[in-house]
């Protein structure tokens, strides 16, 4: 049953009227359950007319003492904070695009942008929630071939122009032609 100090502060609120004008589905149900016990029902009757737990009614309640019926939304979720905001998308782009430059040889991995993350932006990722960003962002978090940083492009050319017609290295343009 509910103590009398909580039933004084249910008094000032018309629950109904809250919950008619109310859009999200879940605090109007929140609502309901307090307009409920303000006619003096149970929480045991309240929640089986909401088809919610009995630990849940009394949680809202809880809530509304704490803090009124503007607390009645629920808790912030702890991952809502942890999301790259969308005014940093753009210097997050360029930052994987430099580490990648950087890098020389082999590829960015998604533990290094985690880090990344982690270090320039201050958001804490997972590998799975960084692959996503990624594809969100429209990068591609895995690189062609990783080239060597001992390659030199200018043998690699006069390599490719010393082959000879009906060698394997040229197969594509026998196919070709």
């Known amino acids: 049953m509910l103590s009398q100090q909580i039933i004084d ?7 109904d009227r809250l919950a008619r004008k109310e859009k999200d589905g879940r605090r109007r149900l929140r609502l309901i359950a307090l307009a409920h016990l303000k006619e003096g029902k149970s929480y045991l009757e309240v929640a089986a007319a909401l088809h919610a737990c009995r630990h849940a009614v009394m949680r809202w309640v809880q809530w509304f003492t704490a803090g009124g019926v503007a607390r009645l939304a629920g808790l912030p979720h702890d991952w809502s904070t942890q999301r790259l905001a969308k005014e940093h998308e753009e210097a997050f782009r360029q930052a994987v695009e430099q580490l990648q430059r950087e890098r020389g040889g082999g590829r960015v991995r998604g533990e290094d942008i985690r880090q990344l993350l982690a270090r320039q932006f201050g958001v804490a ?31 690699q050319a006069e390599f490719k122009k010393k082959l000879r017609p009906g060698s394997r290295g040229n197969a594509a343009a026998r196919h070709c032609a």
């Open 9 to 15: 502060q249910f008094q000032p609120y018309d629950f």
């Open 125 to 155: 990722y997972s590998l799975n929630g960084v692959y996503d960003l990624l594809k969100r962002l429209g990068l591609v978090w895995i690189s062609a071939r990783a080239v060597s940083p001992y390659a030199d492009p200018v043998a």
